[in-house]
């Protein structure tokens, strides 16, 4: 395994991060909303480097179809536990690839009418995409390799890793 992302750079990106959607959300009460597994290292350093108010919830999806696909659709496996109308919500994500998830999930939230709806993710692969998905905030634009570490694994294996490895 070569390292890709050090502890170090990992903690300064996520910092910056922090610092900017702390300032966009300034003075109001911001939803995470973690997409189980992988995200939930990133969210919870995420977290604790955000100064506005903030509470914590957790989605887990499936895709059915072919994956592959652009009509390959998401069902919630673990669905939120809070409502979401009326809030500001920002959906955290630790990799973008096909685009597909976030694609899905995006709308499958926004019909529930919260106040605004963003998405952090901390790793992007532009090159993978099959759908058109941008995030609203990004912390690494990387190459197609397979990653694992800091929430990422390999058959669940890797995700205690605090650095992010190209697994070779
Ligand atoms: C990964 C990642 C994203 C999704 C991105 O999750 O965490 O949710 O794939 O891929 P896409 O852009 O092609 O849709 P995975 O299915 O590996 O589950 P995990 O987070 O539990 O490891």
């Known amino acids: 395994m070569k390292v890709l992302l050090s502890e170090k750079q990992i903690q300064q990106r996520v910092g910056t991060l922090a610092r900017k959607i702390s300032k966009d959300f300034s003075g109001r009460e911001v939803l995470l909303i973690g997409i189980l597994k992988g995200a939930f290292i990133f969210m919870a350093d995420l977290a604790r480097k955000m100064t506005p108010p903030v509470k914590m919830d957790f989605v887990r999806v499936a895709s059915y179809g072919s994956e592959t696909q652009s009509s390959g659709k998401i069902k919630f496996t673990k669905d939120l536990e809070t409502p979401l109308r009326g809030k500001d919500a920002l959906i955290v994500e630790d990799i973008i690839d096909s685009g597909i998830t976030l694609k899905h999930l995006y709308q499958r939230l926004k019909a529930r009418k919260p106040r605004s709806l963003k998405v952090v993710t901390l790793l992007d692969k532009p090159g993978r995409r099959q759908v ?6 990004v912390g690494f634009q990387i190459e197609n390799h397979f990653v ?16 992010i490895y190209v697994l070779k």
């Open 132 to 137: 058109n998905f941008q995030a609203d905030y």
């Open 148 to 163: 694992v570490g800091y929430g990422l694994d390999c058959a669940e294996e890797y995700r205690n890793l605090r650095a």
